[in-house]
């Protein structure tokens, strides 16, 4: 049963500016018409017009009596109706800062945790840019309200059919301290199926206070039946010392946060025997558990990899650089993961699917477009 679409606006972390992460996300039994969650906002107007020159339908067959001038990136953001937010660094919020004074369509909320509304705050203060948006629901002189999303275990209403929960994560340490981040689990509320969104993160074996093992935790029971993919960031190529990171993650590491999250899906499947009254091979702790009893764990997860660094030092865009080393290294552990890297300029047409007796887990397609440096071809998912 497929679940979600989405299109990927930007897929890239920097320095260009023109590729950065923004991803327009509707449940796959409505309309782009209907309603649009923007997830994250670095790029926007500017990128998602150069999508839709290369190819027109990327949102659907219009009309063919429909004026080509009155569907545009205008009119697709004007159907935006939230806009979620990992943090609040430029390269995640840009476009909806830079377009804040001209969005269209409805009122729009922004969600994130109370510390990313707080960040937003600054930037929307009158000095570095107006203040655009408002924490008051009534006050209607604001065309943005923002609105706190708590990691409290619950999940939050934030659209139609759609609630999310948010996890803290690390995205390393500055002059003030510990820097968080936020993942999403977002869940289609009818059939409780959902995927894992990344924000930055920094791989757990570098940061001071471990927080990723807590989000594979709550992931590992619910793969792959009712979550099957997670969206997760891989920012530099292979071999970049820890103490340059920033708070990122590189190819090992993670193949590392991988086999956390496929041993934790080890440990829940047999607790899930003991539970049931089947009897497991063996309980096993944490860090007992074989490498051969993780072959193919993460089997019918699929994994995109996404903020990818272009250092311009590559021919082939860098995130299928980046994407090659991870499965490589990813090879020998045999977790049965699909990697994948997320494009800019890809419409990922029910990425989800509700995996049962009678379905094909794979009868899932994507199609690139003609973005500079991303291939034509065509890839099943």
Avoid at 9 to 35: H, Q, R
Avoid at 97 to 118: D, E, H, N
Avoid at 125 to 153: C, I, M, Q
Avoid at 291 to 307: D, N, T, W
């Amino acid at each position: 049963m497929p679940v979600f679409d989405m299109v990927v606006v930007g897929s890239g972390g920097g320095p260009d500016e023109t590729n950065l992460s923004g991803y327009l996300i509707k449940p796959c039994e409505a309309a782009w018409d209907d309603g649009i969650i923007a997830l994250e906002a670095g790029s926007g107007y500017g990128a998602l017009r150069h999508i839709m020159k290369c190819n027109p339908n990327i949102f659907g067959e219009r009309p063919p009596e429909e004026d080509p001038a009155s569907f545009t990136p205008l009119t697709v953001y004007s159907n935006v109706k939230s806009f979620l937010l990992t943090h609040a660094h430029l390269d995640h919020i840009g476009s909806l800062v830079i377009a804040a004074g001209t969005l269209g369509g409805s009122r729009k909320r922004i969600y994130g945790s109370p510390q990313t509304l707080r960040d937003l705050e600054t930037v929307f203060s009158g000095r570095v840019w107006p203040k655009l948006a408002t924490y008051d629901e009534n006050n209607t002189s604001f065309r943005l309200v923002y609105h706190a999303l708590h990691a409290d275990g619950k999940y939050s209403v934030i659209f139609p059919n759609i609630s999310v929960r948010v996890m803290t994560i690390s995205h390393g340490n500055n002059d003030s301290g510990q820097y968080d981040g936020s993942c999403f689990f977002i869940r289609h509320d009818p059939t409780k199926h959902e995927f894992i969104f990344f924000g930055d993160v920094e791989p757990d074996s570098v940061a001071v206070q471990p927080k990723n093992i807590t989000v594979w935790r709550a992931a590992a029971p619910k793969i792959p039946h009712d979550l099957s993919t997670i969206f997760i960031e891989c920012s530099y190529q292979a071999g970049r010392p820890d103490d340059v990171l920033w708070g990122h993650l590189s190819p090992d590491h993670l193949v590392q946060e991988l086999i956390t999250l496929a041993t934790e899906v080890v440990i829940a499947r047999n607790a899930s025997k003991s539970r049931t009254g089947l009897r497991p091979r063996k309980r096993q702790r944490k860090n007992s558990v074989p490498p051969e009893a993780l072959y193919g764990a993460l089997e019918g997860l699929k994994v995109y990899i996404m903020h990818c660094k272009d250092m311009f030092s590559t021919e082939r865009p860098i995130n299928h650089v980046i994407g090659d080393q991870c499965r490589e290294r990813l090879a020998p552990h045999r977790l049965g993961v699909e990697l994948l890297t997320a494009d800019q300029g890809m419409k990922i047409e029910s990425p989800i699917c509700r995996h049962d007796s009678s379905s094909n887990f794979n009868e899932m397609t994507i199609t690139k477009f003609c973005i500079p440096k991303i291939s034509k071809q065509q890839e099943g998912i």
